[in-house]
């Protein structure tokens, strides 16, 4: 699997960079470069988004390894799109699983219509794991992500990655707590306090809009 460091390093080569030329394009010290590619130290926050742009990726690539889908739309009766599939990228509907990237590259077909107005460059379709989201999402179902669609509705499911676990959950904000919900009652609501958790490592990856039906 390809971490975080790995992604980085090979990025830079890619764009023929030093580690002080990229410093210089995100405003931090070789070292720090030099820090990140060996995974002693993570980039966030303004780094972290002065670093995707810099490599020319997204946010999601390199924390997820999620690359964007291909532009390709097959005419068929079912009028559908292939966008890339991520099988062993697990969003858990459960406590969270760490993140583990197949590297083999797979794609998966979505109906057209269900796309409306989104950006095609911005989907990608992950598995779900665990039972807290049944009925409406089982194990193993695949879900498709609109990684431009972070805004919080309240209500609407997101793939979210919080303390390194990626996980989809319902999700709906109060003045002072972001409350963490899942469709089976089993499971209780969990609240965070919004200052922190928006301080801590917790990052929207994109808002759910279709598993095999639309949401």
């Known amino acids: ?34 820090q990140w590619e060996r995974e002693e130290t993570e980039p966030k926050g303004k780094n972290l ?6 490599l ?3 946010i999601e690539w ?4 999620i690359k964007p889908p291909i532009n390709t739309i097959e005419d068929t009766e ?20 760490s993140i583990d990237v197949d590297e ?20 990608a379709c992950i598995t779900v794991t665990g039972d807290s ?30 303390n390194d676990l990626l996980r989809v959950k319902c999700l709906r904000q109060t003045p002072e707590h972001l409350i963490v919900q899942s469709y089976n009652i089993e499971y209780k609501d969990e609240y965070y306090d919004r200052d922190i958790i928006y301080a801590s490592n917790f990052e929207i990856v994109g808002r759910v809009f279709w598993i095999s039906s639309e949401v």
Not at 11 to 29: D, F, I, P, S
């Open 1 to 34: 699997m390809n971490k975080i460091g790995y992604r980085i390093k090979d990025r830079r080569l890619e764009h023929r960079l030093t580690q002080k030329e990229l410093a210089l394009k995100v405003g931090v010290t070789s070292t720090a470069i030099s």
């Open 49 to 54: 988004a002065a670093l995707s742009k810099a």
């Open 56 to 58: 020319n990726v997204t």
């Open 62 to 65: 390199l924390t997820t390894s």
């Open 78 to 97: 079912l009028s559908c799109v292939l966008v890339a599939f991520y099988p062993e990228v697990n969003a858990a509907g459960g406590s969270g699983y």
């Open 104 to 123: 083999d590259e797979s794609y998966t077909a979505i109906p057209t219509h269900v796309l409306r107005y989104r950006n095609l460059n911005n989907i």
């Open 133 to 162: 989201m049944e009925p409406v999402l089982i194990d193993g179902s695949i879900i498709a992500i609109d990684r431009d669609d972070k805004i919080i509705r309240d209500g609407k499911l997101y793939v979210f990655k919080h």
